[in-house]
């Protein structure tokens, strides 16, 4: 098995730190969306979980976390949440989403759930049942947990491009 981690951050400029991790860090006062910068990589981001499920079209996940923040305590203001809730992958109430069996749902739904995890309203990680394939955001902003199988490569889930870098990673989940 390989392992990845994959963010928007290059490790080999020391100016990553001052990047943003989260796109209501980016909202400014008064305002309830995000700017189109924040649009730009959440979508490079979600091509990412769209490939993986391409990928494994049709396979069982176990899920090792998924939860929902839904609720107003979640967010520190109501433009950050009206910001988090507009324009969406899908015209959904992602509570529609919080008793669904993850293996029942349409792929385009699962990578829904993705970006809302990119938005700070769900962390989610599952691991393929067949291969031992995983793929988890890292509670934290635009990082992203990849395990492929030693016979798949890293380029056939994520495209190299401008602001999506991939790191050589260890197992997160690994008790060892």
Known sequence: ????KICKYDYDNSD??????LGSELLE??????????????????NIASNFFKYFAGAKFDIHHLKFFLEDEFFNSLDEKTA???E???????????????NSLRDIEKVFIYQLSLRDIAQV???????????SDMSDGFY???????DVSVEQIVKRQK???????????SDD
């Open 84 to 86: 988090a809730f507009s």
């Open 16 to 21: 990553y730190i001052n990047d943003w991790m």
């Open 163 to 173: 602001g999506i870098y991939i790191y050589e990673w260890y197992d997160i989940w």
């Open 88 to 102: 969406l992958l899908l015209d959904i109430e992602p509570s529609y989403l919080v008793d669904r069996e993850f």
């Open 29 to 46: 006062a008064g305002k309830n969306c995000y700017p189109e910068e924040y649009y730009t990589v959440e979508r490079q981001f979600i």
């Open 125 to 135: 990680g599952v691991k393929e049942i067949k291969s031992g394939a995983c793929f």
């Open 144 to 150: 992203w947990f990849l395990a492929l199988p030693d």
């Open 1 to 4: 098995m390989q392992y990845f």
